[in-house]
């Protein structure tokens, strides 16, 4: 029996605004969309058109209120063949909240809040 990562969740209270934040700061575009038959949520799944792993960005209609993230300590990593450039862009965006130079990672956040590792290629 094998196993393949295949996606990752994250839910978000405004679906625009996270496509927009993602395609912008990261280049992940939409590959795949669910919608369910009473429209009481919507499922947009994000590739980065290198692999088949996708991040699923879940949209509830009644959801109002923020989510839990706990204490943030796990997130989403990608990693970037340009860092000195990301970083540059991310920091113009406002969205790095933690940076640690001794390791050579920063993270940045989504517009809910959720972390994303930035990694240099090595």
């Known amino acids: 029996m094998n196993f393949a990562f295949n996606h990752f969740n ?3 209270l405004d679906l625009e605004k996270s496509l927009k934040f993602y395609e912008e700061a990261l280049g992940l575009k ?3 969309r669910k919608v369910a038959s009473d429209d009481s949520f919507i499922l947009v799944y994000l590739g980065d ?3 088949n792993f996708s ?3 879940t949209w509830l ?3 109002e209120e923020a989510y839990d993230l706990g204490d943030e300590e796990f ?3 990608l990693v970037t063949d340009d860092f000195d450039k990301a970083y540059e862009k991310h920091k113009a965006m406002g969205c790095i909240a933690y940076e640690n ?3 050579g990672i920063y993270f940045i956040t989504d517009p809910d809040g959720y972390w994303i590792e930035i990694v240099p290629q090595r």
């Open 49 to 51: 058109g290198k692999n």
């Open 75 to 77: 997130h989403l990593a």
């Open 61 to 63: 209609k009644d959801r």
């Open 30 to 32: 939409e590959v795949r």
């Open 10 to 12: 994250f839910n978000v």
């Open 101 to 103: 130079p001794s390791m």
């Open 55 to 57: 991040l699923e960005l």
